[in-house]
């Protein structure tokens, strides 16, 4: 992979369900905003593939 289609897929990632996300409002409202951050990071299955694509840039960027 490169970083063009790295960064690519993270933002169509993030522009198709990110954005909009009604349980991270939700989350926002109840506890807050690291608390609905955490739960992009640990729960989230779209936080999952995330973190993955930000994997992959640490890779291309270390060589």
């Not at 992979?1 to 933002?11: E, Q, R, S």
């Not at 995330?50 to 291309?60: P, R, V």
């Amino acid at each position: 992979m490169d970083k063009i289609t790295v960064m690519k897929d993270i933002d169509e990632l993030h522009d198709t369900y990110c954005a909009d996300c009604l349980v991270i409002q939700q989350l926002r409202k109840e506890r807050g905003k690291p608390g609905a951050h955490r739960f992009c990071i640990e729960a989230c299955t779209v936080g999952d593939k995330l973190q993955f694509l930000g994997q992959e840039l640490l890779k291309i960027y270390s060589k």
